[in-house]
């Protein structure tokens, strides 16, 4: 029997919750990140029992101690199965081999044609029913680079206790990302076009966030990755390929185009349960906080710069904070302190043996995006494979780490059609949109240039409540 899951903040003072709650709160009302008191572990045989099944009832499974004491375990079947039923892929996260040792495993078979999906599908499903249960409704505020936005708003349009307000940086988005947003008509959808980079789209969330006021009168919730229900819902793809290629009896490594970190913390994550893990590789693109980190112990922000990867077009990534909680023993002070002065001086100050630890598992790499545009042309050429400039970038840096007898798999986080224009100056072929989307660019578009203000923003957020009222 599982006892009940309780979760904590990064910054230590923020209330102790269960998972419904931490779900409806999303950010800690300290600043912080929740995760789990303690991490739940699978016995080999545990990880054995869970080969061959179908991946919805695997993502159930893998999820259940993270959801104990919230959410029956039947209950959290039936909505895993609701979430995935509608993938255009049998295997909803089908693996490919595209060299020796070399996989990639598929995320982008949902309805936005990216990875953000695989989570998002299941948190719509997992917030109406929490909110049927309480009778509550809740503003979802998010910021996104490109995919979160089309993910969180497929996920929950029509439902009516959700209203969905999303922040993307203006003109740094692709034309396919913005549409997916900006052409859902239904009333609890809201887009706003901020003026500035998706770094000033995430301080707007968390300042809203931050004013308790508004937090409270609006009923904020999140669905951006520092809403610890995404990361749960990303552990069990992790589990699914490494398990097919051998695990838990035999070692396996992943590689991960990210801007954020949610997606990698989610590999780390499942390491954390008892997987096998050899090596988690970060795949950056010119935007390279992360792998500079990872290479010279150097987190400081730059100004963030247009890539043909705009999903990770990010130097200030919310995810890092739950791994510094965790490299530091779970010092909330220290981590709190440490955010702090990030956040105040643009320069992240880990110690050399703080350093040494994350060094030991994680490795980066950074693509520019001459560099990103022949790995794709590359992939294509040799393997027939067709990836995505993200994708691209986590091959790449799958590739430079791999190990004779570990398997490597790269996450494959976006369809190329969602960047046909990238995808046209690499290989001179622009990816058609499935048919389901064929007709995007042909649909009205809604939405609202505001400027990076929080007054501003917080005003139509404000206007999104009251005509859902």
């Not at 079947?77 to 996260?93: M, S």
């Not at 320069?347 to 350093?355: E, K």
Request: glycine content about 6%.
């Amino acid at each position: 029997m599982i006892g009940p899951m309780r979760y904590i903040s990064t910054r230590g003072q923020a209330p102790v919750r269960d998972f419904s709650s931490v779900l409806l709160a999303g950010l800690a009302e300290d600043g912080g990140l929740y995760l789990p008191e303690s991490w739940p572990e699978f016995s080999p045989q545990q990880w054995r029992d869970l080969r061959g099944l179908p991946y919805p009832e695997l993502a159930a499974r893998v999820m259940a101690p993270f959801t104990a004491g919230s959410i029956a375990p039947d209950v959290l079947a039936g909505l895993c199965r609701d979430a995935y039923a509608h993938f255009d892929h049998a295997a909803i996260v089908p693996l490919t081999q595209v060299e020796d040792g070399l996989f990639v495993q598929e995320l982008f078979h949902g309805p936005t044609l990216a990875f953000k999906d695989m989570a998002m599908q299941l948190l719509g499903r997992l917030f109406d029913h929490v909110l049927t249960q309480r009778g509550e409704h809740v503003t979802i505020v998010g910021a996104t680079s490109g995919d979160t936005g089309s993910a969180a708003i497929e996920a929950c349009r029509g439902r009516e206790r959700l209203r969905v307000v999303i922040l993307h940086p203006e003109g740094r988005t692709s034309d396919v990302q913005r549409r997916q947003m900006t052409t859902v008509l239904e009333p609890n959808v809201t887009n706003l076009a901020v003026q500035g980079t998706f770094d000033d789209c995430q301080d707007m969330v968390k300042a809203m966030f931050a004013d308790a006021a508004f937090r409270t009168d609006m009923h904020l919730s999140a669905v951006n990755s520092i809403n610890w229900a995404r990361i749960a819902a990303q552990v069990p793809y992790y589990v699914y390929s490494a398990l097919a290629l051998g695990a838990p009896d035999r070692e396996v490594a992943f590689a991960v185009p990210t801007g954020n970190f949610g997606n990698v913390l989610a590999a780390w994550v499942a390491r954390q349960m008892g997987l096998p893990v050899r090596a988690l590789c970060v795949g950056s693109n010119r935007n390279d906080i992360l792998s500079r980190f990872l290479n010279e112990n150097d987190m400081s922000i730059h100004g963030v710069v247009p890539s043909l990867s705009p999903s990770m077009d990010i130097q200030v990534s919310s995810n890092f904070e739950r791994l510094l909680f965790e490299l530091l023993d779970r010092d909330a002070e220290a981590c709190a302190r440490t955010m702090t002065e990030f956040r105040k001086t643009g320069r992240m100050h880990v110690p050399t043996p703080v350093w040494d630890k994350a060094n030991a598992l994680f490795h980066g790499v950074a693509l520019d995006d001459d560099a990103t545009v022949a790995e794709i042309r590359r992939l294509h050429a040799e393997s027939q494979y067709m990836a995505d400039p993200h994708t691209a970038i986590g091959i790449a840096a799958g590739r430079a780490f791999r190990e004779s007898g570990i398997p490597m798999v790269a996450m494959a986080t976006a369809h190329p059609a969602k960047f046909p224009d990238a995808m046209e100056k690499a290989i001179g072929i622009r990816p058609a949109l499935p048919e389901a989307l064929a007709d995007l660019f042909d649909r009205p578009e809604r939405y609202e240039v505001v400027a990076a203000d929080l007054a501003a923003i917080e005003d139509r957020v404000r206007a999104a409540v009251l005509k859902n009222s």
